[in-house]
């Protein structure tokens, strides 16, 4: 049972348009992280959550604790953001332990001119 | 300051023979994880290291190993090696304990073929 989930697994969608990633994860968690990984494998860490929302350039990521939920936004998107986004979670100790992150399999984004 | 390096980019070898990859963390980072990502499990945590002690180890066999020395370099190695240990080898630092939440930042990563 993977204890993240993300959805959707792919999305392809216009230059310009309001991109939403979502994650759920299933335990307690400490902190969940959002990360971009761009083809030939180099990720960059986008965002640590432990509450509420944080905001960066074009990107906005928001979690509900209670509701288990975090979203990743992207605005006015552009070609350069396609890429695999990766949603990462360090569990509590009451969700199991902090060994680690905890990762998505990923959304797989295109964005076409 | 400059980035996570990893050393090789790239590596293939044969079953059985094994392997050690190298990560230089961003300077003054105490903190190095190392992660394995593959096409079917996607990224799963390997370990990480910290002041030159393994603070917290994911869920792979023994032959998976690692160690860090006192200037932070971290070195990971994978003895008697199998197809399945084809996979790219991703390593992160941190200022301290990637496990209370601080950022990571990654290296490019290793691409290990097993033939």
């Known amino acids: 049972k993977n204890e993240v989930e993300q959805s959707p697994q792919n999305l392809t969608a216009q230059e310009g348009e309001f991109i939403t990633i979502n994650c759920s994860y299933s335990?307690?968690?400490?902190?969940l992280h959002w990360l971009q990984q761009h083809p030939g494998g180099g990720i960059v860490s986008l965002f640590m959550l432990s509450s509420g929302k944080k905001k960066h350039g074009r990107l906005i990521a928001t979690i509900n604790i209670q509701e288990k939920h975090s979203s990743l936004h992207i605005t006015a998107s552009h070609p350069r953001d396609s890429a695999v986004y990766i949603c990462a979670v360090l569990l509590s100790e009451s969700g199991g332990g902090a060994d680690g992150l905890t990762f998505g399999k990923g959304t797989h984004l295109i964005i076409q001119p | 300051k400059a980035g996570v390096t990893q050393t090789p980019r790239y590596l293939i070898k044969t079953r059985g023979q094994q392997v050690t990859l190298s990560c230089s963390p961003i300077?003054?980072?105490?903190?190095v994880s190392w992660y394995q990502q593959t096409p079917g499990q996607g990224l799963q945590f390997l370990f990480e290291?910290?002041?030159?002690?393994?603070?917290n180890k994911g869920n792979f066999p023994g032959r998976f190993s690692g160690r860090q020395f006192s200037n932070s370099r971290s070195e990971m190695n994978v003895s008697t090696l199998e197809l399945g240990d084809s996979a790219l080898y991703l390593c992160?630092?941190?200022?301290?304990?990637?496990?209370?939440?601080?950022?990571?930042?990654f290296g490019p990563g290793t691409r290990l073929l097993v033939l």
């Open positions: 290291y910290f002041s030159e002690t393994q603070r």
């Open positions: 992160a630092s941190s200022l301290l304990l990637a496990g209370v939440g601080e950022t990571q930042y």
């Open positions: 335990v307690g968690i400490s902190a």
């Open positions: 300077s003054g980072h105490r903190s």
